[in-house]
């Protein structure tokens, strides 16, 4: 069997639903019909893309891998059916995506920019899905992350600006034998097991492994959770340090505390096309962007890291 963009659609559809019952009710066929096409796509990708239990469904590692790979596709796809002259029109919307707290902060800005354009916002868990979505014309505009150390693409439509860099911070429970440190060092971490986000598409948890490599161990990794609350749990109960934020939850017993030499830095963009409308004011909004890190309380603010500026 190969795999088609209905196969990619299906799988989509069925983590957004998280349900093999509403997935199926949602494509009008039957509960064992979808799973016996599932079943013949995992064979087809050679492993299971999904975990099945009483609550419904939830992508596997490679779940994850081929999910961040067939939404692109699939936008890739719209891409190709969307009219390119209806891009390149003066905005009735303006359309802004991203990942975090920036996305929602921005959109309140834009009325400074365009003030006869209403403003649509949407966020997503993965960078990469909010750089595809700029690229294909379903988003005038992204503020998105990535790793130091990876290369922006030259080539296509895209352009981008650099708002700042942030170095990871680690979680620790209260009492670890590093939570006392002002600062800590990778390797003192090389005996604790970690909990980890899933794949984002642009860079991530490879970073984590690499700079893990480098530091001189191979990270011990039992949990693997959306759910940042979750993570966070599990630290407050000893089973578990993490990567994060520095504006990551630092209660019920969580400690948050600096990498020592900053291994980890994640990287703050904005992206938009060369050819959309908002090209022109793409300097104006990236400095409000900047304005808007430059103020937070926490996050970029706590650990920033000077970065050129175009």
């Not at 359309?95 to 707290?101: A, T």
């Not at 979680?171 to 939570?179: D, K, S, T, Y």
Request: charged share 25%; net charge negative; aromatic share 6%.
């Amino acid at each position: 069997m190969d795999l088609e963009l209905r196969h990619l659609r299906t799988l989509c559809l069925l983590a957004d639903t998280g349900s093999v019952t509403r997935a199926a009710a949602a494509l009008s066929t039957s509960q064992p019909a979808l799973t016996t096409q599932l079943q013949r796509i995992e064979r087809e990708v050679g492993g299971p893309l999904f975990h099945r239990g009483r609550s419904g469904v939830r992508p596997t590692e490679l779940g994850e891998f081929v999910l961040v790979r067939a939404r692109a596709v699939l936008l890739s796809m719209d891409d190709l059916l969307n009219d390119i002259t209806a891009r390149r029109a003066s905005p009735t919307t303006i359309r802004i995506g991203g990942v975090g707290p920036l996305t929602l902060e921005l959109s309140a800005r834009l009325p400074e920019v365009f003030p006869d354009a209403p403003v649509h916002v949407r966020t997503e868990y993965s960078p990469k899905l909010v750089t595809d979505l700029v690229r294909a014309g379903r988003l005038d505009m992204g503020t998105t992350v990535d790793y130091v150390d990876r290369d922006l693409p030259t080539d296509g439509p895209l352009s981008w600006a650099m708002l700042a860099v942030e170095p990871l911070h680690v979680a620790l429970w209260e009492g670890h034998p590093q939570a006392d440190q002002p600062s800590v060092r990778l390797a003192d971490l090389a005996g604790s097991p970690w909990a980890l986000t899933p794949p984002d598409g642009s860079g991530w948890p490879e970073c984590f492994y690499l700079a893990c490599q480098r530091a001189g161990f191979s990270p011990d990794v039992p949990f693997r959770l959306y759910d940042r609350s979750e993570i966070h749990d599990l630290i407050a109960d000893h089973r578990a340090v993490a990567p994060c934020q520095s504006d990551f939850d630092a209660s019920d017993g969580v400690v948050i505390r600096p990498l020592a030499g900053a291994p980890i830095q994640l990287r703050h963009l904005l992206v938009w096309r060369r050819d959309s409308p908002v090209h022109q004011a793409s300097d104006r909004i990236a400095r409000a962007a900047r304005e808007l890190l430059d103020r937070s309380p926490k996050s970029v603010a706590a650990g920033r890291v000077d970065v050129g500026r175009e």
